[in-house]
């Protein structure tokens, strides 16, 4: 085997990357049990056919066959695919099991999920989300729509400790803009948003050319959608000037009133909750055509040319057999471009790559059990130790420990008692395996941010 | 969408069920990093032309191509397959980042695995795996191969408490089976060991034929190869009565010679170190052609007929870029049926579906913001909680608690002090959202025996 190179789009940290990221998903984890989601995992595959009903991302699927099929199984395998996100497979889930569940049925869920598009940009073919879904049998409170951005917030927030930079939650009704648009004569909504959705690449002058291309605007129409798209704010008086637009555009329209009430209730109840995180953002349309209700999108403060790193919506109809109908509210963390962009920008760092606090040494190989007692006994007490792999020179085995940044050196007593060394200060001290322990901080790996 | 049903070998569990493997995984990880290892994870894709190099798992690999790859990558993609194990992984990860890596090297890897195969007989096609190995540079020292097993010993033993039956771990040496194959006459090791392999599924008798059919055996050669697959313990007599075997044939082999010193020395040191788990059993061949040293089987006791829950080897070329060579020594649980049969065989269960111990009730949706208040404060000392989704009645407020298995329902008081109900007990007493906590056992869901 020569010398593999990494595969493009399908990034691998290194042990103390490992470490960020796991401290990541612990935390996010946390919060979300903390609220109550219960962890569920699904499959990687699904049936092609239910993937496919995204229209918009069927090119990106992965699809499988075994090498062997053809003689095997007819091809049956064929019509598998690998999830490219956590949601179809959670609506498939729930309706499956259905029966099993008691709802309103609140979830988290943290795994890869699979794309095939060109790796760039800090896109990846292979990332990890994490997504937090509330569904409801019938029918599901509105109150879950301001409550679920807000545990998204509290789960990045509680990643400020390590450099994680404050968020921004951007949100939007799409009942506003459906109604705004069918009010001014743009029936083909889809197409708007689409549009709209790329403002941010592109400009407001190719979006425009774009509305009338795409939509079928006339030249006032895709000037009114930019007027709305450009209206911001974290107060009341966003709802406000929304009317005013649409009033001087003649709108009137029932559907703009129910989703700019709901968003009026969202920003006035996040003020409250978690104040200055949410912003209402009319420009934020999310290219997914299920979603019915809140849209939102995230961004990191000071990080905004990253993207949104966390994103969601309501949908009413994603759950559907038919004779019932699950809706559902939910977020999704793109987990591997946050912890990528914390690595890569030297935002964070792992205080060691290593578990062990305590390297033991060992003075030969026949004392070797001596040293694996010691280990033994300090486990036993919760403290992570290696052993040293050989009994090299005692200079070797505390370079050993230096070079994966293990604080503390052991070294069992042949005749007299025990005695610990702090590596980083040189202070050598008796110590009894029975009762001897590192600081908190020194126990495990941390996660902190990065000096400068 | 109609209802969707399960597919075949892809297991998903329900809420509860997720608790049960979570909590096996959190003990698993536990172990791992208080012995020392590092956790990593890699990429679900290798390239198919490494994936085939264990020539006789190639049936099993699940190919990955991009639905729409004609028309834009030529189909490069084709090429990629999804990892069947993690431990070619790992050495292509070995070999890949060996500039930035430590050695000697442990590493434990957590992850789903993907084979094609029939799911028949608890067989999955996708499932997970918990794997340690340590791999050194050039070379690795023979008490690793004493280590990684009582590692796994201990790893599972931490188990036992949730109901997990005692574990017994078979090993064999490599050199012993090849030394003496090889000292009979027979050369082609690995026709003898595939054929060996099979004697817990199809018996001696098919075994003695199978030998005399494909590996070239006489009679007397297959009976001898039996006799020695024959020979177990878990003390030093066992390398007796292999040698005395040996010598009855005229076996003399410098190879078997080397295989039993070290058999003898993991027995000795394992009897020690966790008395009665390991039992040295000359009939564990492995079918996988990498291992060069020791290897090993792992049953749960009164279970034996699941199979090896916990398997692996020795290893000495498998990470190979011809100028170094990293020898390594690893096990890997596999998780998912362990878990699939805790579940199915009722052995353990967790006290609540969901994370929440607390479900804070909705006097009416006017008051949901003090029931949010509660909530908050509760979790800020890390209870998980739960707020009622309706305003409903308080009876079928208990009812939403009841049905989850949380434990307290927490009234926000109107005029007077906040209660909480136990529900179990009926008991409800006066509470302040800033002092009180339930006990340690009630505050997460656990996993414990199954009565009965």
């Known amino acids: 085997m020569a010398r593999p190179t990494p595969l493009s789009g399908f990034p691998e940290w290194l042990p103390d990357g490992r470490i960020v990221e796991q401290h990541v998903l612990d935390t996010l984890r946390r919060t979300f049990e903390l609220h109550g989601f219960a962890g569920i995992e699904t499959r990687a595959v699904e049936p092609l056919d239910q993937l496919l009903r995204k229209g918009e991302t069927s090119k990106e699927v992965y699809v499988l066959r075994r090498l062997q099929e053809e003689g095997e199984d007819g091809g049956k395998d064929s019509r598998l695919g690998l999830h490219f996100d956590l949601t179809v497979p959670f609506a498939r889930y729930v309706l499956e099991n259905a029966g099993h569940l008691a709802f309103p049925f609140q979830r988290y869920q943290i795994q890869k999920v699979w794309r095939g598009e060109r790796p760039q940009d800090g896109r990846f073919r292979e990332f990890v989300q994490a997504d937090i879904d509330v569904v409801g ?5 509105y109150h879950y729509e301001v409550d679920l951005p807000l545990v998204m917030a509290e789960a990045l927030g509680a990643l400020r400790g390590i450099g994680v930079p404050e968020v921004r939650i951007l949100v939007n009704n799409r009942r506003v803009a459906e109604g705004f648009y069918r009010g001014i004569g743009l029936d083909d909504v889809e197409a708007v948003l689409r549009s709209i959705d790329k403002l941010d690449k592109i400009g407001p002058e190719k979006v425009a050319a774009l509305l009338v291309a795409e939509a079928g605007a ?6 009114a959608c930019l007027d709305l798209a450009a209206i911001s704010g974290s107060d009341a008086t966003v709802i406000d000037r ?4 649409a009033a001087s555009h003649g709108v009137d329209s029932e559907l703009m009133e129910q989703g700019l009430s709901e968003l009026g209730q969202l920003i006035e ?5 978690a104040p200055g995180v949410v912003v209402a953002d009319l420009k934020i349309a999310r290219g997914l055509d299920y979603y019915t209700g809140s849209v939102y999108e995230t961004v990191l403060v000071g990080h905004e040319q990253l993207g949104s790193i966390c994103s969601g919506g309501r ?3 994603l759950a559907s057999d038919g004779a019932n109908t699950y809706p559902g509210v939910g977020l999704s963390i793109g ?5 990528s962009r914390l690595i890569s920008a030297g935002l964070v760092t792992a205080t060691r790559s290593v578990p062990a606090a305590v390297l033991v040494a060992v003075a030969n190989e026949d004392t070797r059990p001596a040293s694996d007692a010691v280990a033994t006994a300090l486990r036993s007490r919760g403290i992570p130790v290696e052993v040293a792999p050989t009994a090299a020179k005692f200079g070797k085995q505390i370079k050993h420990a230096d070079r994966r940044g293990i604080p503390f050196v052991w070294f069992p007593g042949a005749d007299g008692p025990d005695q ?3 590596i980083r200060s040189g202070e050598q001290v008796d110590a009894d395996a029975a009762t001897w322990a590192p600081s908190d901080e020194d126990r495990w790996p941390r996660v902190v941010p990065a000096a400068g």
């Open 218 to 223: 006339t030249e006032t129409q895709a000037r």
């Open 269 to 273: 109840a996040a003020a409250v909750r």
């Open 420 to 422: 610990v060394k702090d």
């Open 315 to 317: 949908y009413d109809t």
């Open 242 to 245: 929304v009317r005013a637009l």
């Open 335 to 339: 987990v591997s471009r946050l912890v």
């Open 137 to 141: 049998a019938g029918d599901l409170p």
